[in-house]
């Protein structure tokens, strides 16, 4: 088989958009309030609110990946 179209093989890359990562960090601060943040689960919720606030930050207003939070 002849791939004419080599794109065709490349995935479209998954982007997060900081908007909606700034959202899912504010949710996520709701959330460690409720199990606490001295909780197993409020560690682990802890550690994604500063990843997602990182990529936020530094994304700026812009959409990088490679991820895609949807709400």
Do not use: F
Request: glycine share 6%; proline share 8%; aromatic share 2%.
């Amino acid at each position: 088989m002849i791939i004419s179209d080599p794109s065709v093989l490349v995935p479209e890359t998954p982007v997060i958009d900081a908007t909606e990562a700034r959202w899912a960090v504010e949710y996520l601060s709701l959330m460690i309030e409720k199990v606490g943040p001295e909780s197993p689960v409020g560690m682990v919720l802890m550690q994604t609110r500063r990843e997602l606030a990182s990529l936020a930050q530094s994304a700026g207003t812009r959409v990088m990946g490679p991820l895609r939070i949807a709400a």
